[in-house]
């Protein structure tokens, strides 16, 4: 098996970090080492957030390790999973060198994050075939290989196309990628789905990253707080180049409070009641005149395509519902993302369809 850091980009393999007051461990009683205020503002309620948090907020970091099944060790706490895809193309690829391979149509982030550190993006389309998106293995490892793409990432379930990557058929890719870049699978939205998380493959392969976010299950969007589950050295690495104090303290205790049982319990609910609602959406949609196809979808919204995409969007943006328009995504020219809402939320979304076409 390879070693989790190959790829690491060379000039970042002895650099520790920055030294911050927080983490050079010391004991004292008398803090005068970070330039807090000595004193707590007034608008703090007994929080203590004059002073810097934990780079890795400990117990939030062991509770999240928990809930995924990792170790601590394997799991780095983000400023939401786009701080992770950030920290992974800029750790793994030297500028205007190594690429970062996606497969559209797919989540913009991974673009832009390739952008932000002048890397390549290399591209592996999937294909429509009659309402299943089907990702190419060899025309992406041709890639992978043809242009020395260092990461590759996949999303499952898929944002926009709504549909998981079996854990099968992610071992196949990690095996055809072990030694060639680093395969990162984006599991935003893995709650609202019946497959398992590939956390479970990363015994198996070194190179392999799962990335998860409290944003969309566990209602925390604001809070901005993700996970990046790897192997421990490729974690602590990431570490190393994350901001000095990338978790505030505030969204630390937020997360941590929702991930106690009661809440927990209360998501998971809402999971099957946004799933239920999805489907019922899709069946509903599916018998509106002007709709074309609506996708499976594993996550908590759907890829619908219209046979009159502007219209719809205007239909839906006079009854004021706002929803993403996708038409300049590869292949989608015709197609909305719709979110799942409230009952109330989906309603307005069909009757805003229902409604008669303005001339
Ligand atoms: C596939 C995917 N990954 C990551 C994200 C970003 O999530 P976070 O809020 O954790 O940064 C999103 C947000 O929409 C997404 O769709």
């Known amino acids: 098996m390879s070693d989790a850091l190959d790829?690491?980009?060379?000039?970042?393999?002895?650099?520790?970090?920055?030294?911050?007051?927080?983490?050079?461990?010391?004991?004292?009683?008398?803090?005068?080492n970070a330039n807090e205020s000595p004193l707590p503002s007034l608008a703090d309620q007994g929080q203590q957030w004059h002073r810097y948090p934990e780079p890795q907020p400990a117990q939030?970091?062991?509770?999240?390790?928990?809930?995924y099944g990792v170790h601590p060790e394997q799991l780095l706490v983000t400023r939401g999973s786009d701080e992770g895809i950030d920290l992974l193309v800029r750790a793994f690829c030297r500028a205007g060198r190594d690429g970062v391979l996606v497969a559209p149509p797919c989540f913009g982030m991974y673009a832009v994050a390739a952008r932000i550190q002048n890397t390549p993006l290399l591209e592996a389309a999937l294909r429509d075939c009659d309402g299943e998106w089907q990702?190419?293995?060899?025309?992406?490892?041709?890639?992978?290989?043809?242009?020395?793409?260092?990461?590759?990432?996949?999303?499952?379930?898929?944002?926009?196309?709504?549909?998981?990557?079996?854990?099968e058929q992610i071992r196949s890719l990690a095996q055809a990628l072990d030694g060639r870049a680093l395969l990162v699978i984006d599991e935003a939205y893995i709650e609202f789905s019946a497959i398992a998380s590939a956390a479970c493959l990363l015994p198996e392969f070194s190179q392999l990253v799962v990335l998860r976010t409290l944003s969309k299950a566990h209602a925390l969007a604001?809070?901005?707080?993700?996970?990046?589950?790897?192997?421990?050295?490729?974690?602590?690495?990431?570490?190393?180049?994350?901001?000095?104090?990338?978790?505030?303290?505030?969204?630390?205790?937020?997360?941590?409070?929702?991930?106690?049982?009661?809440?927990?319990?209360?998501?998971?609910?809402?999971?099957?009641?946004?799933?239920?609602?999805?489907?019922?959406?899709?069946?509903?949609?599916?018998?509106?005149?002007?709709?074309?196809?609506?996708?499976?979808?594993?996550?908590n919204?759907?890829?619908?395509?219209?046979?009159?995409?502007?219209?719809?969007?205007?239909?839906?943006?006079?009854?004021?519902?706002?929803?993403?328009?996708?038409?300049a995504m590869p292949g989608l020219a015709d197609a909305l993302r719709i979110t799942i809402g409230t009952p109330g939320d989906n309603l307005a979304v069909l009757k805003a369809l229902q409604a008669e076409r303005v001339v």
């Open 301 to 327: 919204f759907l890829l619908v395509r219209f046979n009159d995409r502007a219209l719809a969007y205007q239909q839906l943006l006079s009854a004021g519902v706002v929803v993403r328009d996708v038409s």
């Open 135 to 167: 990702l190419d293995p060899p025309a992406l490892l041709e890639t992978v290989v043809g242009h020395a793409a260092r990461v590759v990432f996949l999303c499952s379930p898929a944002n926009p196309t709504g549909q998981a990557l079996s854990l």
């Open 60 to 67: 939030l970091r062991a509770r999240m390790a928990e809930l």
């Open 222 to 299: 604001g809070a901005r707080i993700g996970a990046v589950l790897a192997a421990p050295e490729l974690i602590a690495m990431l570490g190393n180049i994350s901001a000095p104090y990338p978790i505030a303290a505030p969204s630390a205790a937020l997360a941590l409070a929702a991930l106690s049982q009661p809440v927990l319990e209360l998501s998971r609910q809402r999971v099957v009641a946004t799933i239920r609602e999805r489907n019922a959406m899709a069946s509903a949609l599916a018998k509106l005149a002007g709709v074309r196809r609506v996708y499976g979808s594993e996550g």
């Open 7 to 32: 790829f690491l980009r060379p000039d970042l393999r002895d650099f520790a970090g920055y030294n911050s007051a927080r983490r050079t461990k010391t004991n004292g009683t008398v803090w005068l």
